[in-house]
């Protein structure tokens, strides 16, 4: 359970950014000093529940992550136009209480059946936001588009985590928070999952995951900037904890910072797993 918003989920490896994790200030000893009061800086985060306490009910999405292809005032624009428009289908929808109508127009016959007292559950309003963060979609400012955007489709260069869609854009934390509290103004968002593949070898008893090392440690430092600038951003999920059955993958690509022996169930602590252990210990970057 995640100790500022209540929230149970499936196991994955938890840095939470809570009231119990910083310095008596309340602010994390990681990030540059705290504004003065009046200066900015986003209100103190709410205080976790007392045990006994009524129970937080939020979601987990994973949304289309729209980053700016440089951040000006207008490609900043075109990411947050798009931001609503490329998940108008369900975090727009539950956020705002209605689905948007340029989206219900594109849908056309296939548009949802939307009964009575449907819309009332379906923006009911939520504890928290939870985003699973992995790669972005670069968008530029686009005058002769009616969207206002368009997406900048990545080159064959560009680098991946051992899967083709998982393109690495560590930026892709920071402007999930930013667009999401812009747009919706949540009171309590969560990065819920965030991690890669890697080409797990186990050599006696050791497996050297620097890339995932490094995939993790600049998706985290980006979190840390919205952190920074105020945004409320609670806590930090890494997917996975453990090795285990990913969707199509199967077993073929391993997401743990622990690896797993699928033929004896033995857990054993990755390079990453380490380094997360320290970020955690230190409440700092490592």
């Keep these: 359970m995640h ?45 976790p529940p007392a045990a006994g306490g009524r129970v937080q009910v939020g979601l987990a999405e994973n949304p289309n992550i729209p980053v700016p292809v440089i951040e000006t005032l207008a490609h900043v624009e075109a990411a947050r136009k798009a931001m609503r428009n490329l998940n108008a289908a369900y975090l727009t929808t539950i956020l705002e209480g209605r689905y948007p109508d340029d989206y219900l127009a594109s849908q056309g016959l296939n548009g949802p059946k939307i009964a009575a007292g449907d819309m009332a559950v379906i923006g009911s309003p939520l504890d928290f936001v939870g985003l699973n963060v992995y790669t972005p979609t670069y968008v530029a400012a686009a005058v002769d588009d009616p969207a206002g955007y368009s997406v900048v489709p990545p080159p064959k260069s560009f680098p991946a985590m051992m899967l083709p869609w998982l393109q690495v854009g560590p930026e892709a934390t ?90 004896t169930q033995r857990r054993i602590p990755k390079l990453s797993a380490s380094w997360y252990h320290e970020l955690i210990k230190r409440n700092a970057l490592v």
């Design 3 to 47: 100790p500022a918003c209540g929230w149970r989920r499936r196991p994955s490896a938890r840095c939470a950014i809570t009231p119990s994790s910083r310095t008596a200030g309340g602010w994390p000893p990681w990030a540059p000093p705290r504004p003065a009061a009046g200066g900015g800086g986003g209100p103190p985060p709410p205080p």
């Design 174 to 263: 920071y402007w999930a928070v930013r667009l999401v509290s812009e747009l919706w103004k949540p009171a309590c968002l969560l990065i819920s999952e965030n991690g890669c593949p890697s080409d797990d070898v186990l050599v006696n008893d050791h497996v050297n995951d620097t890339d995932r090392v490094m995939f993790l440690r600049n998706y985290v430092t980006h979190l840390r900037r919205a952190a920074f600038e105020g945004y409320p951003v609670r806590g930090y999920f890494t997917w996975s904890l453990l090795d285990n059955f990913e969707w199509a993958e199967g077993y073929e690509k391993r997401f743990g910072i622990y690896y797993t022996d699928f033929e």
